[in-house]
């Protein structure tokens, strides 16, 4: 049984800064891509920052310079490091996870920005 879970949401100032963690747990599996989705107005999921296994990275325009994706392989974890934040950040923030080749998602975290 795989699981992935997110941690680390919660409200924060603009200008403040958050970090989201994710954790592929469960039974023996290759970790491929990993990557932060939210939800875009039409309440579809929208990427934000993925990372593959060797470490090459895509990004959303609204984020670049602000958020940056990391992980540990050794953990199977992910980390979004998400500064300058702004209130349009505001949203729910899904971590995908390629494992064994199939995408897995985690529940969700939330972020809220504002003063």
């Known amino acids: 049984q795989v699981r992935v879970m997110e941690s680390g949401g919660g409200l924060v100032q603009p200008g403040g800064s958050l970090r989201l963690s994710c954790r592929a747990s469960?039974?023996?599996?290759?970790?491929?891509?990993m990557g932060w989705y939210r939800r875009t107005p039409g309440n579809q999921r929208e990427l934000v920052r993925s990372?593959?296994?060797?470490?090459?990275?895509t990004y959303a325009d609204s984020v670049k310079g602000r958020f940056t994706i990391s992980r540990d392989n050794a953990l199977n974890t992910v980390y979004l490091q998400m500064n300058s934040l702004k209130a349009e950040d505001t949203d729910i923030y899904y971590c995908?996870?390629?494992?064994?080749?199939?995408?897995?998602w985690g529940q969700g975290t939330q972020v809220t920005v504002s003063s």
């Open positions: 469960g039974s023996r599996f290759s970790l491929g891509t």
């Open positions: 990372i593959t296994s060797s470490g090459s990275t």
């Open positions: 995908n996870v390629y494992l064994n080749s199939h995408p897995h």
